[in-house]
């Protein structure tokens, strides 16, 4: 059976046999022997691939138009990364995505796997490399070190358009929830003491808001993304390319993919240089550091349900405890809070690859790219955790909400216009000794009517810039 037949490749090392079922060839098999060191591998990313794909079909074109290969076979390549496009034979690249080589195994996995499809395609076996062989024709005026870097920055773009997507959809989630909760009164918080009137409408848009304008950031860091080094081959001087083989690949990569790839200005500093990747890294960061946030308040929000503020009530999604009855937790928010742990670990792995680049290579790229398309998919599933078992159904307890707000000293800010700021602090100082409720010490003292005290702590009028129609007081007589 086909199954059970070998072939034997051979490569700078010596002989190796292959199943014949396989795509990949002796330098995929080394790859798998010396790097056996995470669970990630290179076909848990899926648009990593298309970013390989993007960059052998690009070169190949290239090729082809500039007579460095045959017609016939960079037809034949641009076939198979074709298919690899459309999501077939992605069980072929098996290898790890933390890999020694500075990408080498990744490239010549790639190049493998086309080439042998490319073969197919043309009639021939896998293996039989003059006709098409992973170095001379798929690899053709490249190295791993121009080759490698821009299929990342094309597979995390197109990671990137998806990440924006589940960001919309997160930002959306919150709106709703700041459109039904804006009658709402509540407590605002500083410093986790009570601060001033607001209403949780106010409190959910404001995380809508965060999230939102961290949109443009994120399409501003993967725009860099778009700028390649196609052509830079070895270190950046072009060696093994013919004139003009670097523009003319760009513009393939730019024409399949329709999006705004851009040729390095100077190769030599863009092979070794990373900082694309770390600057999109700690984008992916300040989304999870607000997320984080996002977490902690719907935690402290909901804390009790009893003896916390529980000014809202999180959906129940399992019991909370092996030992005491009745008792849920707020698992979602955790979990999201956790997801956002890891995605700041990743980025500090990725500044310290970074920074790793000796000469004109950076050997640690491997793991950079690990950590940017985990972050990616981490953020992506986070969002939509948070939002569809979380924030979708928080309920408000609206009278808890309003019972707090009453029985806080924060309503005696809202003073500070009518009786001014030494005179409010007195309030608050005698409200604290007597313990009694703000609004009545006013109207007992004859401070306020009644009704200028009802007009001035409207929850209308706490939550905006209003101008009341009230006479200051200058002085309530009170000892100092």
Excluded at 55 to 63: L, Q, S, Y
Excluded at 111 to 119: Q, T
Excluded at 274 to 291: D, E, F, N, P, W
Excluded at 418 to 443: D, L, M
């Amino acid at each position: 059976m086909e199954n059970n037949k070998v072939r034997v490749e051979s490569d700078l090392l010596g002989s190796r046999e292959l199943p014949n079922s396989v795509l990949y060839g002796v330098q995929t098999l080394r790859a798998m022997d010396n790097f056996n060191i995470s669970p990630f591998k290179l076909n848990n990313y899926p648009l990593f691939i298309h970013g390989l794909a993007w960059t052998k079909m690009g070169a190949a074109r290239a090729n082809g138009k500039l007579g460095v290969i045959t017609h016939e076979c960079a037809d034949a390549i641009e076939k198979a990364c074709q298919e690899l496009l459309e999501g077939k034979h992605h069980e072929h690249f098996p290898i790890d995505m933390i890999q020694g080589g500075a990408g080498t195994s990744t490239n010549m996995n790639a190049n493998e796997v086309i080439a042998n499809r490319a073969l197919e395609i043309l009639g021939h076996e896998r293996g039989h490399y003059k006709h098409c062989s992973p170095n001379d024709h798929v690899n053709a005026s490249q190295s791993t070190n121009d080759a490698y870097p821009t299929a990342i920055h094309l597979g995390l773009y197109a990671t990137h358009l998806r990440v924006i997507e589940h960001m919309k959809s997160f930002v959306a989630a919150l709106r709703v929830k700041g459109k039904e909760f804006a009658h709402v009164i509540k407590m605002g918080r500083t410093q986790l003491q009570d601060a001033v009137p607001m209403t949780l409408g106010q409190t959910f848009n404001g995380f809508a808001s965060i999230i939102e304008e961290e949109i443009p950031n994120l399409r501003h860091a993967a725009e860099q993304l778009l700028t390649i080094n196609m052509g830079a081959t070895a270190i950046g001087t072009g060696i093994c390319a013919v004139p003009g083989y670097a523009e003319e690949c760009t513009q393939a990569i730019k024409d399949i993919t329709g999006w705004d790839i851009k040729l390095a200005e100077d190769l030599v500093g863009a092979t070794s240089d990373t900082s694309h990747l770390i600057g999109y890294s700690q984008a992916l960061k300040r989304i999870a550091v607000k997320v984080s946030k996002i977490s902690n308040d719907l935690r402290l929000l909901s804390s009790g349900p009893r003896c916390g503020l529980g000014e809202i009530e999180l959906p129940a999604r399992q019991p909370g405890s092996s030992i005491m009855p009745g008792k849920v937790n707020p698992v979602i928010p955790e979990v999201a809070s956790q997801i956002a742990y890891k995605i700041i670990g990743n980025d500090v792995c990725v500044t310290m690859a970074g920074e790793s680049a000796q000469m004109e290579l950076n050997a640690m790229e491997p793991v950079m790219a690990q950590c940017c398309f985990e972050s990616s998919d981490y953020l992506m599933v986070g969002l939509d955790t948070l939002r569809d078992l979380c924030i979708v159904g928080i309920k408000a307890n609206e009278e808890r909400c309003r019972r707090h707000v009453s029985e806080s000293l924060g309503i005696v800010t809202a003073l500070n216009p009518y009786i001014g700021y030494k005179n409010s602090t007195k309030i608050a100082k005698e409200a604290i000794a007597t313990s009694r409720p703000i609004t009545e010490i006013v109207i007992e003292k004859g401070i306020l009517t009644q009704a200028e005290l009802d007009m001035i702590l409207a929850p209308e009028n706490m939550i905006k810039p209003v101008h009341l129609d009230i006479k200051q007081l200058d002085d309530l007589g009170y000892e100092d």
